[in-house]
């Protein structure tokens, strides 16, 4: 019934991030199709197999990758301090901590409705892209672009499982959401300046993103090893709020 | 096995620069309803969350309905219905969805009282909460309470907010839980015409420390005030229970719990005019715990929490 409720309290937002990750994604590969001439830009259906190629390639690499990463942070941050985080916020967390239940039982059962609600609005968003990748170029150039899923994927859950868990750890869903912010920026921001400025290679789940590589095969396998630690640092998150929920006093 | 519903064993929180409560001993004891009283800021709502295994105490014991939190967490929350201060639920759902959440979690949940407490007490049922003012609020939160079917309900100022005729209706309803139920309640109030109307049992705690713990009747039948001039307080005789002594210059007020007659016989023989009365609830309160211009702490007054029975 835990589970209900979550879902009843983030249904409006559900939808709402659902409608609009699959718009901003499914457009954000049209820039990919986009040839310049005399006219100026001009969108070109179609193409040679080499183009058709070219068009994936760039829509995967960069037009997914940027707008992906806006997606996943905002569906990170906005269904991670829905539902249960929510909860720890207002006074109504006596109402929840005099429920017969293992409070544990609350933890999980809020994190897997939201966690539920972010892989559905990737997996939709990514099958926008496709779509539209298909319309714009005539064909299914890859299955293969649906690996996409798992890494935006588990993306959103990183920041989704980072924004639930300093929600309970602050017990405010804006503090949650400010903390978890500047966590994201240092997360996409260090590993690039460590490895500018010291030559240090640090593992970030942007690279996952922005090397599409494996999409064309080439040699270059899917990132199941990233992919598996990253879902390893996200299932963490509640693990340290069951922790940390257990022991809350009021 | 006859236990107390609730007690509570040298009960003590410790913030960092503030003594909430401070060596609080306390039994309600089963099929009681128990109002516990006392100023803003006593430690009612502490004592109640340490009741309630929502905040850990940092000395002392407390046994609920036989449990202990630590160990029978679970087994405790399925037997006991709690309202809070602040009477907060989800503002997203109606009383209707809400019957429906908490449904779920007890096996003694009841639908036919739930709506007979939501008709008696007049409650808003297919409203989101939030468009419901506080005192309907407060009426979900009691109603939820009500209809769990719980052994002991647990109530931090259930009628903040209600209006006469719902405060009415929630002391009869409440008064018949514990008749024909056999329900114990444990309330806290700082209405003392309410707790005078259905508690049997009364507590009142100042500055985190039980002043009183006594059957209402007794309160009624033993306690007098007891008013002398004198030029010093005398040791009270043995039996005579001296719970407080207030003095303004030669003026002395005793709060006497019993044998009360004796001791005003004693303070005559010293050569003091003394005039005994009888004390209400609310008289009583005002003695204990209104400001004080002097305190006494001779013989038994103001020591360790009184319980009389």
Partial sequence: MYAWKCWFDTRSRFVTLLVLCAVLLALSVVPAALVHTAHGWVLVRGGTPSRVARVWGIAAGSGLVVWGTFVMSLVGLVLGSSGMPGDCNRETIYFLLTRPRRRGYFVWTGFAVGAGETLAITSLGVLAAFLMLVYLTGRVYTWRFFGVIPIFGVGTLVVYGQTFLLGILSRSTQDGITYSLGLFLAEVSLPVAVNRFWNVHAPSFLQLMADPRWLFGHGVHFPIYGVLGWSLVALSCPVVAQWVFARIQL | ????????????????????????????????????????????????????????????????????????????????????????????????????????????????????????????????????????????????????????LVLDEPTTGLDPVSVAALLHILTDQNRSEGRSIFFSSHQLSEVEQIAGWVGIVNDGKLLIEAPSERIREDFRLVEAVVSAAPDPPQGAEVISARRTDNRWRFVVGRHADRFAEQLRSAGAIVEVSSLDLRELFLELVGKRQEQCTRGNAGSTPARVL
């Fill in chain 2, 1 to 152: 096995m006859q236990y107390p519903a609730v007690h509570a064993q040298n009960l003590t929180k410790h913030y960092t620069r503030v003594r909430a409560v401070d060596g609080l001993n306390l039994r309600v004891p089963q099929g009681a309803v128990y109002g516990f009283l006392g100023r803003n800021g006593a430690g009612k709502t502490t004592t109640i969350k340490m009741l309630m295994g929502l905040t850990r105490p940092t000395g002392g014991t407390v046994r609920v309905l036989g449990g202990e939190w630590q160990k029978d967490r679970l087994a405790i929350l399925r037997r006991v219905a709690f309202v809070d201060e602040s009477k907060l639920l989800y503002g997203s759902l109606t009383a209707i969805q809400l019957m429906a959440f908490n449904r779920s979690f007890y096996h003694t949940w009841s639908d036919d009282a739930a709506k007979r407490y939501a008709a008696l007490l007049e409650v808003p049922l297919d409203q989101p909460l939030r468009k419901l003012s506080q005192g309907n609020r407060t009426k979900v939160a009691l109603l939820l309470a009500l209809a769990q079917g719980a052994e002991l």
